[in-house]
T-cell receptor
């Protein structure tokens, strides 16, 4: 589904650096989500947004910052990257909250050295 | 918050046989239960979902059943084919900490033996 795109697809950075992962959707979905995927943990919700300028924490928000100035964009920032944040990050969007399908982007594989 | 347990973590079946993956959830308020298929290096893709007012849903070779009383739901794949090999995730609409979003199981690696 080309309706949700993430960039970059791959990123290598060093501890302490700031890095921003981008997510863009063309469906005009109100809800957007950020998950991280780690072996043994499955997918865990980091932050989500119900609409422009409305964001809220998920299960594992520490060390991350989000913003949503426009409905179609939902960037995720690691202000000071740590090795424990090495992961695959998936953005998803949905037309509703808890009972509507979520559609995922291709993911960003982030390595922090 | 919601907690989703998924079993088994690995499932190997002969091509043509059926596969069943089971999940349990903890939050009785959860009312939406999707299943995702993820191939290696790819995004999770929604394959089927069920809402709490329905007990069973089928789509060709795939079916999902839901038992609200017992708080468990299952994915059934019949006549398995090599392209069914992937990791499958169940999810429930309740989220950890009460957030909107999905809580996922840890996944089942389905291996189809030729």
């Amino acid at each position: 589904d080309a309706g949700i795109t993430q960039s970059p697809r791959y990123k290598i950075t060093e501890t302490g650096r700031q890095v921003t992962l981008m997510c863009h959707q063309t469906w005009s979905h109100s809800y957007m989500f950020w998950y991280r995927q780690d072996l043994g943990h499955g997918l865990r919700l980091i932050y989500y947004s119900a609409a422009a300028d409305i964001t809220d924490k998920g299960e594992v928000p520490d060390g991350y910052v989000v913003s949503r100035s426009k409905t179609e964009n939902f960037p995720l920032t690691l202000e000071s990257a740590t090795r424990s944040q090495t992961s695959v990050y998936f953005c998803a969007s949905s037309s509703g909250a808890r009972n509507q399908p979520q559609h995922f982007g291709d993911g960003t594989r982030l390595s922090i050295l | 918050g919601e907690n989703v347990e998924q079993h088994p973590s690995t499932l190997s079946v002969q091509e043509g046989d059926s596969a069943v993956i089971k999940c349990t959830y903890s939050d009785s308020a959860s009312n939406y239960f999707p299943w995702y298929k993820q191939e290696l290096g790819k995004r999770p893709q929604l394959i089927i979902d069920i809402r709490s007012n329905v007990g069973e849903k089928k789509d060709q070779r795939i079916a999902v059943t839901l038992n609200k009383t017992a708080k468990h739901f299952s994915l059934h794949i019949t006549e398995t084919q090599p392209e069914d090999s992937a990791v499958y995730f169940c999810a429930a609409s309740g989220s950890g900490g009460g957030a909107d979003g999905l809580t996922f199981g840890k996944g089942t690696h389905l291996i189809i033996q030729p």
